[in-house]
């Protein structure tokens, strides 16, 4: 079992920057935790996938945020980010961070999931 705990979220204006923390109950060097990733979902949307990274650090992105929102982990942390700049009013939602030691890439089929933590972007 991985227990993940989003933070950092909150309200700010368009063109500003965010960066998302999700701790993790277990090693990031441990295989459960291979793949970690972020999702967001706004209100009667579906959950899509924003950006994940891979034990070695190589990352994929959607398009709608390539170059915008670089994702790390420190694994000595047991920590995930999500570094949100130039924020648009349109990625106003609940951001979820999930992990497993499958590539799911960016569907929402991980294993383990955090509660999320909400970002509201003003116009």
């Known amino acids: 079992q991985v227990q993940l705990v989003e933070s950092g979220g909150g309200s700010v204006q368009s063109g500003g920057s965010l960066r998302l923390s999700c701790a993790a109950s277990?090693?990031?060097?441990?295989?459960?935790?291979?793949?970690m990733a972020w999702f967001r979902q706004a209100p009667g949307k579906e959950r899509d996938g924003v950006a994940v990274?891979?034990?070695?650090?190589?990352?994929t992105y959607a398009d709608s945020v390539l170059g915008q929102f670089p994702i790390s982990r420190d694994n000595a942390k047991n920590t995930l980010y999500l570094q949100m700049n130039s924020l648009k009013p349109e990625d106003t939602a609940m951001y979820y961070c999930?992990?497993?030691?499958?590539?799911?890439?960016?569907?929402?089929?991980?294993?383990?999931w955090g509660r999320g933590t909400q970002v509201a972007v003003s116009s």
């Open positions: 999930a992990t497993d030691r499958i590539d799911w890439v960016l569907l929402p089929k991980y294993t383990y």
């Open positions: 277990a090693s990031t060097y441990s295989s459960e935790t291979t793949y």
């Open positions: 990274i891979y034990s070695n650090g190589r990352a």
